[in-house]
């Protein structure tokens, strides 16, 4: 091992966390240190965690905002566990996540912000930086970040509490010095974003930058340094992408392969605000959308966009899915293409509204008066986002029903690399809608699908009316005993029918062994991380992360049959578990955590080798 | 169906718009003369039988699209001004009547009614007032007096009422009028009105429900009343009424008083006159308190107003974007926010 600045320590993967007040810049600083290790190569997956509280009050514990990623040259498929390195910018930010930090791991505090005052606002009786089992338990970098930010900007004509403000850029300037990171993307980044505006602010920033790095270079600090080679990634053309980003991708993507135009309305409300931001922002793409006034109106807006023959498509989190349950069952009852989105946070009421859950599966199975399934389709990694956006296009126009897409708070926000599909290789998305001359029943059914065609206004000849009351085939409204059952159960089957056109079910693994872990949705990272050590270590465990909640795939009974115990990782108390338990009648473990954070893979591997 | 005839026939006439199922409300109920008023309308309007859209919610009145031989869409309490609001911004093209309550739009609804106004999509929106809850069997209503003695007020109501009209102007309602069912002729001239106004079109119909609330408007409309208690406004004409056009309102400060023309009484001149036209929402507002019984009670169109439409300016937003950036090309969005390549 060396001390010198110039050589390396090659590590297979790193995991770093930036953590400071809200106001202190950590989620870009976080962002800019993902860009930078996607240029180098890395494979990565990231971790925001931030207060619900634009501002929560300076230097206290509840304002401390943080961002985790994991890079590494092997594949990285979470976020990581306890972080190798923290940046702590102020006393709140250590306490809150010292614990965390790997014995012996890369601490960098900002000395500055250790004064009397914000000790006591984070609890600190005496500066923790004084006590000497912080250097003795970890690799101690104690900096005056926001005096070397001034000295940097000495000759700025900014103020100086402008110029303090640039102190994230000087902190991530040396953690790119102790990671080997490009610092390019960083300063595009910065000129793209001030240079036309605020150009002194690009160069403020620029300056500071370099400054953290070159402080590497030149202090005296005894420090290591570390190296993350390249991924071993395939072929191909890559970008850095968030769950909601790929989700608006893949729904533009959807109804252009669909030839329909997307008239979107949505509500604001964390963490799916960026869906609607983001497809505001995609006007030239011919697409409609609509900030309701409410999320009934959302919801409400979309499905009369379905009506009228075009997509209607909304997002909200579980709030919002509780107001739209009953626009929910009209949608479904007059089977008519709507896409609803939910992106999941802590629950229940507001909860943790900037956490993550899994805590709507069961609403969004049962959450409408009478029995009404509706398709429910989770993906299970930020890029997935995109490939699930586009099946709940095609079974919302093949079926004419509304789809709930499941994505969780954990994806949305959190980026991966993805290679980047040839758009024109895929597959044309068919609408079920009649053709001029057919005649029309409007809830006459393929007898295969058992899916009704749609008629929609402008058709001549088509003209008929559908609503909420209960129907009779040819559309009449009807009090009739026997038609209301045989509706009932045809909404359901029609939901179980689409089963039939789900490719077969990955198995992780063996095809039978002792152990399967069955989850769902935004576990698969942490589940399949987990799975795959253990099965390198030799132990007789496989994994099946679903998509498709319901229906459930048609493969799923027997896999299930083929193993001898079955563990459910959820981060909620047990929702598939009971789902799974009442399909099947087969018993299953539950591993339930609902602390508003997704499973570590450490903690996964400790369940499974319980079990084994 | 029949799916013989792909294109509309021209002339439509009122027969086109009745479907044939049977109608459901209660015999001697005021929907039926508004139903046909509106199947009268249609046909004189030139748009194409299969461009008519009729959304409503819940309630008696809400039954409507059911009722009309054109695409229609029965939704749920209170929502239709949403679901209205996403077939005229999915298609434009389309003619879109929303019919609501005094429940369903100024109760349940309040909230959506409000927005849908604000907004201005070109969408008619056509509100029975009959002051009660008939589908539900006769609780009072938003609009119900203060004191009205109902199933679930045993004792009389004690939410104060609001003003159709008021809350209208307070969403700044582009086109409001108000209408009723005893009158076809006004009903339809009132119908051709809204259609022809670009923007949303609010219209109250005073309606009566012939269970819950019997002769509620007998007082305004009745055979006996209307003469003496019904204001006719039309463009550009003092604010004139009664059996012998004898009476006016003039504006004494700013309160509206009645008085009688004449020789011993006012002239002409001194009457307020009636302007659509006057965005001022102060005249708009005067004519609204302009209430039974101390005052007679004004029909026709109280305010027709140019604003930008809803789907107007969002398609023009999207040409601007079109303009600027060109149609867009996913792949090159999906690689434009920074890629690399793996060889």
């Known amino acids: ?612 | 169906m029949s799916t013989e005839t792909l294109e509309s026939p021209q002339p439509l006439t009122k027969k086109d718009f009745v479907p044939p199922n049977e109608v459901r409300w209660c015999p001697g109920c005021g929907d039926y003369a508004i139903l046909n008023s509106i199947q009268k309308t249609f046909p004189e309007l030139g748009v194409p039988r299969e461009k008519f859209v009729v959304v409503s919610g819940i309630g008696c009145s809400s039954r409507f699209p059911y009722y009309m031989q054109t695409y229609g869409f029965h939704t749920i309490h209170g929502r239709a001004p949403t679901l209205a609001t996403g077939v005229k911004v999915a298609n434009p093209d389309l003619s879109v009547w929303m019919i609501t309550g005094d429940g369903d739009g100024l109760s349940i609804g309040g909230n959506h009614l409000l927005h849908v106004l604000r907004r201005n999509p070109n969408i008619n929106i056509l509100l029975f007032n009959n002051r009660v809850y008939g589908l539900t069997k006769g609780q009072y209503s938003p609009t119900s007096d203060v004191g009205m003695k109902t199933k679930s007020t045993p004792m009389g109501s004690i939410d104060h009422p609001v003003n159709p009209i008021q809350f209208a102007i307070g969403a700044e309602a582009s086109f409001i009028a108000r209408t009723v069912d005893t009158d076809p002729k006004h009903m339809v001239e009132t119908f051709k009105a809204a259609h022809a106004h670009k923007g949303v079109s609010f219209v109250e119909i005073l309606q009566n429900c012939v269970i819950y609330n019997k002769d509620v408007w007998e007082d305004v409309y009745g055979r006996d009343a209307r003469a003496e208690q019904i204001l006719y406004l039309a463009d550009g004409q003092p604010l004139i009424y009664g059996k012998d056009k004898d009476k006016g309102i003039r504006l004494n400060n700013l309160d509206p008083e009645i008085v009688t023309l004449g020789e011993s009484g006012a002239s002409e001149g001194e009457l307020l006159q009636h302007n659509p036209k006057e965005a001022n929402s102060l005249y708009t507002t005067l004519l609204s308190q302009l209430v039974h019984p101390q005052f007679p009670t004004p029909v026709g169109v109280f305010r027709a107003l140019e604003r930008p439409v809803y789907e107007d300016s969002l398609q023009a937003q999207i040409d601007a974007a079109q303009e600027s950036k060109g149609q867009g090309d996913l792949q090159t969005s999906l690689v434009g926010g920074g890629s690399w390549v793996v060889e």
Not at chain 1, 51 to 63: C, F, H, N, Q, V
Not at chain 1, 331 to 337: M, N, Q
């Open chain 1, 1 to 612: 091992m060396t001390t010198s600045s110039t050589q390396f320590e090659e590590k297979e993967a790193i995991v770093i966390r930036f953590a400071g007040d809200s106001g202190d810049g950590m989620q870009t600083v976080g962002e800019q240190f993902t860009d930078s290790s996607a240029f180098a190569g890395n494979d990565l997956a990231t971790l925001p965690d931030f207060p619900a509280e634009i501002r929560a009050p300076a230097g206290t514990l509840p304002g401390v905002s943080g961002f985790q990623l994991q890079f590494g040259s092997r594949e990285v498929k979470t976020p990581g566990d306890a972080p190798d390195a923290l940046v702590a910018m102020n006393p709140a930010a250590l306490k809150v996540n010292l614990e965390e930090l790997v014995p012996g791991g890369l601490l960098i505090v900002n000395t500055e912000a250790f004064k009397k005052s914000n000790l006591l606002k984070a609890g600190y009786e005496s500066d923790p930086l004084e006590d000497e089992s912080l250097s003795t338990n970890y690799k101690l970098v104690k900096i005056n970040i926001t005096e070397l930010t001034k000295q940097a900007l000495s000759e700025s004509s900014m103020k100086p509490n402008q110029k303090a403000r640039c102190k994230n850029f000087f902190a991530l300037g040396f953690t790119y010095w102790v990671y080997d990171r490009p610092l390019d993307p960083t300063i595009n980044f910065l000129n793209s974003k001030w240079g036309k505006r605020l150009p002194e602010v690009a160069d403020a920033n620029i300056k500071v930058l370099k400054a953290g790095y070159y402080f590497g270079e030149t202090t005296e600090l005894s420090q290591n340094r570390y190296q993350v080679s390249r991924a071993d990634n395939a072929p191909g053309t890559y970008r850095k992408i968030n769950g909601n980003d790929a989700l608006v991708y893949g729904l533009i993507s959807g109804v252009q392969s669909a030839s329909k135009e997307m008239v979107f309305s949505g509500y604001p409300i964390t963490p799916a605000s960026s869906i609607l931001e983001g497809l505001a922002a995609q006007k030239h793409f011919g697409i409609k959308t609509v900030q309701a006034e409410d999320e009934i109106a959302a919801i409400g807006v979309a499905l009369g966009a379905s009506f009228a023959g075009r997509l209607g498509i909304c997002a909200t989190s579980g709030p919002g899915m509780c107001l739209k349950s009953e626009f929910m069952g009209l949608s479904a009852i007059t089977e008519l293409p709507l896409v609803i989105c939910d992106v999941q946070r802590g629950g229940p009421s507001t909860g943790l509204p900037t956490k993550t859950e899994q805590g709507d599966l069961l609403q969004s199975y049962f959450g409408r008066n009478s029995d009404l399934p509706i398709p429910i389709i989770a993906p299970t990694s930020p890029s997935d986002c995109f490939w699930v956006a586009r099946e709940c296009v095609r079974i919302a126009l093949a079926y004419n029903t509304p789809v709930i897409l499941l994505s969780e708070l954990y994806l949305a926000i959190g980026s991966e690399p993805w290679c980047l599909p040839d758009l024109s290789t895929l597959p044309e998305i068919p609408s079920n809608v009649i053709q001029p001359g057919e005649e029309f029943k409007i809830y006459k059914r393929d007898p295969e699908t058992l899916a009704r065609k749609v008629a929609f206004p402008g058709m001549p000849g088509y003209e008929h009316r559908v609503g909420g009351l209960e129907k009779d085939e040819s559309g009449g409204v009807s009090y009739d005993a026997a038609n209301h059952e045989n509706m009932t159960r045809i909404r359901a089957e029609k939901v179980q029918a689409i089963a039939k056109s789900l490719p077969p079910t990955e198995v992780n693994g063996a095809s039978s062994g002792k152990l399967l872990v069955l989850g769902w949705g935004g576990t698969y990272g942490a589940i399949t991380s987990a799975v795959n050590r253990l099965q390198a270590e030799g132990f007789s465990v496989s994994s099946v992360v679903l998509r498709h909640l319901n229906p459930l795939p048609l493969d799923l009974e027997d896999i299930l049959s083929r193993f001898d115990k079955i563990l459910i990782p959820e981060l909620n108390l047990g929702q598939l578990r009971l789902l799974i338990q009442g399909h099947y009648l087969r018993e299953t473990i539950g591993f339930n955590k609902v602390q508003g954070r997704p499973f570590t893979v450490s903690e996964m591997v400790e369940k499974i080798q319980e079990l084994l």
